[in-house]
């Protein structure tokens, strides 16, 4: 077996955008891959268009959407955590952190993906790779899985200087758009694509690469 990478996100969709074009390049080269979920977004604003969710039937609808995204992908194994969406930062930090932590030790990845803390926008975003990245800080230098982090603040670049990684994810595409696809709740086609079909180099120029900061454990 390749290796085992480990993918810690807050909100049902975050893979979709982020990552998702990195992760089946990682599983055609063999790699097993662990999705921990924290939150089902079941406080996301959006119900569809038209709608066809609410208040109460979200969280379900959510959860499979997920599913249908992991399985777009190739993921192999979806983990969700049940932590209440948009309240992290105020999550109890000891469960949270040892939440992480009892899936490094399960699994012991070589490679964690999550959100740079402060320059992430959302306060799930970045309380989720805080916790990540706390956890893993306290762990011996040998045992760290080295950390993948996804930025896009504004002017984050002048912070934490350019992305370390560029990935290019032109030939898993199709992969990327179904994931995002199966998450209907939250997009529609005229959000994604625009409000006119784009043409083959505009999504590629759009989706075709995934850009990555290692975080700088001292």
């Avoid at 390049?25 to 979920?37: E, L, M, N, P």
């Avoid at 969710?53 to 249908?68: C, D, M, S």
């Avoid at 916790?131 to 670049?157: D, M, W």
Wanted: proline share 6%; net charge negative; glycine share 6%.
């Amino acid at each position: 077996m390749g290796q085992h990478i480990l993918v810690i996100l807050p909100h049902p969709d975050d893979e979709a955008f982020t990552v998702s074009g990195t992760l089946a390049k990682h599983i055609q080269d063999g790699a097993y891959v662990t999705y921990a979920c924290l939150t089902l977004g079941e406080m996301g604003r959006n119900m569809g268009i038209p709608p066809f969710a609410n208040r109460v039937t979200l969280p379900a609808i959510r959860k499979i959407e997920l599913e249908e995204s992991c399985h777009a992908i190739g993921i192999q194994d979806l983990r969700m955590l049940g932590f209440h969406d948009k309240t992290l930062e105020f999550e109890d930090q000891d469960r949270l952190d040892g939440e992480i932590l009892s899936l490094i030790d399960e699994l012991k990845p070589s490679i964690v993906y999550t959100f740079y803390p402060g320059y992430s926008v959302h306060p799930d975003h970045d309380a989720c790779g805080e916790a990540v990245v706390r956890t893993i800080g306290r762990l011996p230098k040998e045992e760290r899985p080295i950390v993948y982090c996804v930025a896009f603040s504004k002017n984050h670049q002048q912070v934490i200087g350019k992305p370390m990684l560029i990935n290019d994810v032109k030939h898993f595409l199709q992969q990327k758009i179904a994931s995002i696809q199966a998450h209907r709740s939250q997009f529609q086609a005229a959000e994604l694509m625009g409000n006119k079909p784009l043409e083959d180099e505009e999504i590629q120029a759009r989706y075709g690469t995934e850009r990555f900061w290692i975080y700088p454990f001292q």
